[in-house]
């Protein structure tokens, strides 16, 4: 019998382009071809112009942005598309998963959306997961499929060690109760104090700082999250932060979603910097010279993590894998 050797093939949505591209370069592929767009009645369309026929298909998505269901969509279409056009695998590299908020009945008559969110990828015939950072860890149990979850957190450790920080004189934020256990990772990998914030939350997209627990008057400090939105809260922490004499303080998030003024709030702030990801493209215009927004690229991290998936080898070896879970 013929032995048959494995093929990979990478496909993008519509969403984060500039990212696949620079996954692609890593893994030293190019991108497959796709036909993906809308019918007048915004209805999601995708076709393979290529054979995927027995090949192990990689689809790469950012849900997120103003079309945040549409990206969603593409995700379903592509991923029934290969099934039907028998691909022996299809694994999502979703770097941002969306309606990760929505994990749990916070309130009577709530729907558990990520989990549906979860459903739905499977119904489609994904057959495993590829993401990062997700707002709680909890999600991988909604899925009956393997799940690699990657971090950030080596990468923004590295990115603060570079700017020499007197780390006895650095203290990693918390920004509530909720991420302080992935707050103390990174000051652990920096080696330098934790604070956490106090926060209480009256209504969706809304938050009110009640205090911060911890030494911070003075020093430097970094305010760590998985996703910054409208910067609502994130602004109320650095008000607090400085009412109570902070240093510096610069801030990091893996999901730079930064909807409606967060931009403007961010930019008004008392922040040296802000620090994302490219899992959420940001607009140029907010980049470059003199701007306080940076960013960092996880092509390598995604680019690994698909490497060792198609190998059949271990990801957990990855300097990037989650250690939580």
């Known amino acids: 019998m013929a032995v048959v050797e494995k093929s990979m093939k990478l496909f993008a949505g519509s969403s984060n382009v500039p990212l696949v591209q620079a996954i692609a370069a890593k893994l030293g592929c190019e991108l497959g071809a796709l036909s993906l767009k809308q019918f007048a009645n915004g209805e999601i369309y995708a076709r393979y112009e290529e054979s995927v026929r027995g090949a192990d298909v990689f689809i790469i998505q950012s849900v997120a942005g103003p079309k945040v269901n549409d990206m969603l969509m593409e995700v379903l279409v592509m991923a029934d598309a290969a099934k039907r056009a028998s691909a022996r695998s299809v694994t999502a590299v979703i770097t941002h998963y969306a309606y990760a908020r929505q994990d749990r009945k916070a309130m009577p008559r709530e729907p558990i959306t990520a989990r549906l969110v979860a459903n739905l990828y499977e119904a489609a015939g994904i057959d495993r997961m590829i ?40 203290v990693v934020v918390s920004p509530d109760v909720g991420r302080a256990k992935a707050s103390k990772r990174l000051a652990d990998m ?63 998030a893996t999901h730079g979603l930064l909807s409606g003024p967060a931009f403007e709030r961010l930019e008004q702030a008392p922040i040296v910097e802000v620090v994302v990801t490219d899992a959420v493209p940001v607009p140029a215009e907010h980049l470059g010279e003199g701007s306080k927004f940076k960013v960092i690229s996880l092509a390598d991290e995604f680019a690994k993590a698909i490497q060792n998936v198609f190998d059949e080898t271990s990801v957990s070896a990855m300097l990037g894998v989650n250690p939580e879970f």
């Open 131 to 170: 993401t990062v950072d997700l707002h709680q860890g909890q999600i991988q149990g909604f899925f009956d499929i393997p799940v690699n979850h990657l971090t950030a957190m080596p990468l923004f450790a590295e990115y603060y060690k570079a700017k020499g920080f007197d780390m006895e004189n650095t």
């Open 190 to 252: 920096l080696g330098c104090s934790i604070a956490v914030a106090h926060k209480d939350r009256p209504k969706h997209n809304a938050a009110e700082v009640m205090g911060i627990i911890g030494e911070i008057e003075g020093k430097t400090c970094i305010i760590n999250d998985d996703m910054i939105d409208t910067a609502g809260t994130l602004c109320g922490a650095v008000k607090e932060l400085k009412a109570k004499g902070a240093g510096d303080i610069y801030v990091g």
